[in-house]
């Protein structure tokens, strides 16, 4: 399915910062959480068909232990960590696969310790539609 990416650098930040010393970022840059429980980054998001979507984020964590958000999609909590990648820049993804109205949705993705997020590159959003087998 085609996907809609959502540069992290343009989110609304809370206790979090933009920058770009560490390379392979897509974009002007990448998002650090600062390190304290509740720093986030909100992300508003579209879709075009309500339903099942995977969000799909871009980070790095050079670090040797996991970071967690709490990604709140419209209200609903998701838990999710970030496993090390070997550096700050090495990046990879994780998926989340959550429900989306029709229209504008809130993706609200919040550290739930004191290490706060990893670095976040991109939010990237699947268009929930799945194609149909030639014979159907
Ligand atoms: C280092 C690194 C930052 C990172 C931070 C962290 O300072 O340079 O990019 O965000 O560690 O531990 O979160």
Excluded at 22 to 43: E, M, P, Q, R
Excluded at 83 to 97: I, V
């Amino acid at each position: 399915a085609a996907t809609t990416v959502y540069e992290a650098e343009r989110a609304a930040r809370t206790d979090a910062a933009v920058e770009s010393n560490h390379l392979g970022f897509t974009g002007t840059g990448f998002v650090n959480y600062d390190n304290t429980i509740g720093s986030s980054l909100s992300f508003t998001v579209h879709a075009a068909v309500a339903g099942g979507h995977a969000l799909t984020f871009r980070f790095a964590n050079g670090t040797g232990a996991d970071r967690s958000l709490d990604v709140v999609v419209n209200g609903t909590p998701h838990a999710i960590s970030f496993p090390s990648t070997g550096s700050w820049t090495a990046w990879a993804t994780r998926t989340l696969r959550v429900n989306l109205k029709h229209g504008t949705n809130v993706v609200r993705a919040t550290a739930t310790t004191a290490e706060g997020g990893p670095n976040l590159d991109s939010l990237s959003v699947d268009n929930g539609v799945t194609a149909p087998s030639p014979s159907d």
